[in-house]
């Protein structure tokens, strides 16, 4: 009974800890596709996007991503924004988490909403 109960005990650990990164990522989502869809084809350029971008970062206190890493770039006369981004969490002495946020990847000018 013992093993068991330090064995939840530490996967409760684990997830107190990672909830912190995870709730950052819905917000970093929130603003990727945020900043997707309120892109104008005509008049935005890619310094726009990532000036919004660093904007509403800097607007919802999100720290784990800096808006220089996220990659806004021109493909085939379309415009993307990827804001895939790794968390690494302090789990217990040298024993890390490693949390991969890798569906970060818009269109920009596209509707999201569900």
Known sequence: MLIIAMMVGF??????????????????REVVTRV?????????????????LA????????????????EVFREEGRTWIDASYEARVPVAWRIDAVIKFDDL??????????
């Open 55 to 70: 904007t509403l970062l800097n607007t919802n206190q999100i720290y784990g991503i800096d808006y220089k890493d996220i």
């Open 11 to 28: 996967f409760i650990m684990v997830g107190l800890r990672m909830a912190p990164s995870y709730i950052e990522f819905l917000q970093v």
């Open 36 to 52: 997707a869809e309120e892109y104008n084809r005509e008049g935005d350029t890619i310094a726009d996007v990532r000036r919004k």
């Open 105 to 114: 990847k818009y269109e920009a000018g596209r509707s999201y909403s569900d």
